[in-house]
Each structure stands twice: as structure tokens, then as C-alpha cells.
């Protein structure tokens, strides 16, 4: 199977839109790695509560309507579900992701529940999946025993039976995701 993986589209519906475009190309199978949306209330914040939606979260119904594939929870969404105190459908979306899903040997998380560099590179403790895909810091790379190694855009990267971490980038800005072939075992970092 091959399965596009994206993340970090923080809202941008034309972003969103060119990578899914681009994205149909090759699959139709989507799954989004968190931050769906940009919450508007920072961290130092989030201990307020807010009962205008317009003041945590732009809602844009045609943005919404992009929204068919799943997708996992990410820290903005913690924070949107956490400040904005009323019922509205964006909450309710985010209410039902989940934290992080499996898929044979692969776990697919946001990213924000691990630890990081200073440099953003990924710190990912030894686990019963050897194979990690993250996105959270919008910094495309594949990792191997907490070093970076090479990863061309639109070059497939086979991968060994070793443990990986693989951040897929971000939506947002830079309009990358990554295509990852479940039988050919591959990784191919793409570019809308």
C-alpha cells in the first residue's frame, strides 16, 4: 500500500490544497500527522478559557470541507480543546483524534510527545515499532540512530530492516509530505 503522510497544515487552505492535489496523484490513502489548525492563544495562555471561536481558532468552512482523510491529534489541537469553552464543530473534530495510530511496524505520532535537540532533531527512545513517522518541528529528515542521513526530495529511500525515525515536514510554507510504500518499504519525500 502506498500511503501519503502529512502534516502541520496549521489551517492554510491553499497549502492544504496543492499538497492534496499533488497527493492524489499517487494515492488515496491520507493520513495527517496533527495541527490541523493554528490555535490563536499561545502557551503561556492556555490556562484562560475563551468563548468566541473567531478568538482560539479561524474557522473556514472550505478549509473544512478539505478535511476527508484522518488525522491525529497535535498540540494545537490540545490547546484549542483545552481554551475554547463552547461546542462548536472544530471542537468536536479535534475531540475524537486520537494521540497516535499503528499501522504494521510503523507508529505515526505528531511529535510533541517526545523529547527534541536544540537543533529540532528528533529524540526517540528505542520502542517495539522500528519504524516512527513525526512531523511538529516542520523540519523534513530521516533519522537513524539520532543521526540525520540523506533524504532527496522525490528520491525513494529504502529502508533497511533498522529502526527510523522519519519526520514527513511540514504542509504549512514548504507544502511537503511523504509517501511511504508499506510493501516496498520505502520513503519518498515529496514537494506539492
Avoid at 478559557?49 to 497535535?74: I, W
Wanted: glycine share 6%; hydrophobic share 35%; charged share 30%.
Amino acid at each position: 500500500m502506498k500511503l501519503a503522510i502529512i502534516s502541520d497544515p496549521h489551517g492554510s487552505f491553499d497549502d492544504l490544497k496543492a499538497v492534496l492535489d499533488d497527493v492524489r496523484q499517487e494515492t488515496e490513502h491520507i493520513l495527517c500527522l496533527g495541527d490541523l489548525y493554528e490555535c490563536h492563544i499561545g502557551k503561556k495562555r492556555r490556562h484562560e478559557r475563551f468563548h468566541h471561536v473567531e478568538d482560539v481558532v479561524t474557522y473556514d468552512p472550505n478549509y473544512e470541507a478539505l478535511l476527508t482523510f484522518p488525522s491525529l491529534g497535535g498540540n494545537q489541537e490540545e490547546r484549542i480543546d483545552e481554551v475554547l469553552a463552547i461546542d462548536h464543530p472544530i471542537k468536536t473534530r479535534i475531540s475524537s483524534l486520537p494521540e497516535q495510530m499503528t499501522l504494521g511496524e510503523a507508529c505515526f505520532l505528531h511529535g510533541h510527545q517526545i523529547k527534541w535537540r536544540e537543533n529540532w532533531e528528533p529524540l526517540v527512545e528505542k520502542g517495539e515499532y522500528p519504524l516512527v513517522f513525526i512531523g511538529h518541528s516542520h523540519i523534513s529528515g530521516i533519522y537513524r540512530k539520532g543521526k540525520s542521513l540523506p533524504w532527496d526530495i522525490e528520491t525513494p529511500f529504502s529502508l533497511k530492516k533498522k529502526r527510523y525515525v522519519i519526520n514527513v515536514g511540514a504542509v504549512i510554507f514548504d507544502r511537503e509530505w511523504c509517501l511511504y510504500d508499506t510493501e516496498a518499504r520505502s520513503v519518498t519525500r515529496m514537494r506539492a
